[in-house]
């Protein structure tokens, strides 16, 4: 199966700059998350879709990141505007459901840097 | 909340075996995943437990004890290519599931 789908790979703008990323999950599965990793650390989840509902949102800073998953396929993650503390790589990953044993598939991501 | 800890670095020899632990810390615990990252690349599954014991799989083991709050992987006949950083998860239920990581510990494999 084609795995989780990433773009773009790479990303340099500058602070208080816009940028989006887009997210095409695997195919059939609900759960859809978006993670940011920042340099040496884990994943830190940012938001949780189920559906095109969101089910967790409590770490996403949203006086400047929004995302949207549409008819519950593809999503976009959104930062507006951008602060140096934002470079990170920003990982995707979808699950068949949000529950059990159910594994989280990552893409590769995109890296951010902001300057 | 949850507290997941994990040492930072480990280094080991090529063909040794080398054990990582994880202990954690949270409430409607559902499960313990445990992923290998390399450097530039995105996660990549390799063991689940939701119940105590031992779940082997291939040269890569991972222990559970619920009431301990505490995980290990065990990584057998170690290759240059396991030097990776590996991700510790803890599942965890409040309506709907999610999976939080810990910081990771990076291992390097030396010949």
């Known amino acids: 199966e084609a795995g989780v789908a990433q773009s773009p790979r790479y990303k340099i703008i500058e602070k208080r700059q816009s940028v989006a990323f887009w997210c095409n999950p695997i195919s059939g599965h609900a759960t859809l998350y978006w993670y940011q990793q920042i340099l040496g650390q884990g994943p830190k989840l940012l938001i949780q879709?189920?559906?095109?509902?969101?089910?967790?949102d409590s770490q996403l800073p949203k006086d400047r990141f929004s995302a949207e998953r549409l008819k519950g396929v593809d999503s976009t993650l959104k930062i507006q505007p951008a602060k140096l503390e934002d470079s990170a790589v920003y990982l995707c990953?979808?699950?068949?459901?949000?529950?059990?044993?159910?594994?989280?598939?990552f893409g590769n991501g995109t890296r951010l840097t902001v300057t | 909340g949850q507290n997941i800890d994990q040492p930072t670095e480990m280094t080991a020899t090529e063909g040794a075996i080398v054990q990582i632990n994880c202990t954690y810390q949270t409430s409607g615990f559902n499960g313990l995943f445990w992923y290998q990252q390399h450097a530039g690349e995105a996660p990549t599954f390799l063991s689940y437990?939701?119940?105590?014991g031992l779940e082997e799989k291939g040269r890569f083991s991972s222990f559970l004890s619920r009431s301990k709050g505490y995980s290990y992987l065990l990584l057998k006949e170690l290759q240059m290519k396991d030097s990776a950083s590996y991700l510790c998860?803890?599942?965890?239920?409040?309506?709907?599931?999610?999976?939080?990581f810990g910081k990771g510990t990076m291992l390097l494999v030396s010949p």
């Open positions: 998860a803890v599942r965890v239920r409040s309506g709907y599931s999610t999976l939080t």
């Open positions: 437990n939701v119940l105590d």
């Open positions: 879709f189920q559906n095109n509902g969101v089910v967790d």
């Open positions: 990953a979808s699950s068949r459901n949000g529950e059990l044993n159910s594994p989280l598939h």
